[in-house]
């Protein structure tokens, strides 16, 4: 799978790698925003997570 984050500012972008390496990198990185994304939104930080990995995925190659 393809990622490229979403996150503004964040240049990660990595090809044929699995969920869970993008999650680390979200974990690693976005913490902070993650958290106050999950305040401001009062959704669960794990829907956060999703809903970037989500996000962050690359269907068409460009
Ligand atoms: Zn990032």
């Not at 999950?38 to 930080?45: A, L, Y």
């Amino acid at each position: 799978m393809n990622f490229n984050c979403v996150f503004p500012n964040c240049k990660y972008k990595e090809n044929n790698i699995e969920e869970e390496e993008f999650l680390k990198h979200l974990r690693d990185k976005h913490h902070n925003e993650i958290i106050s994304i999950s305040e401001k939104e009062e959704i669960p930080i794990n829907m956060v997570e999703m809903i970037t990995v989500s996000n962050s995925k690359v269907f068409i190659n460009s």
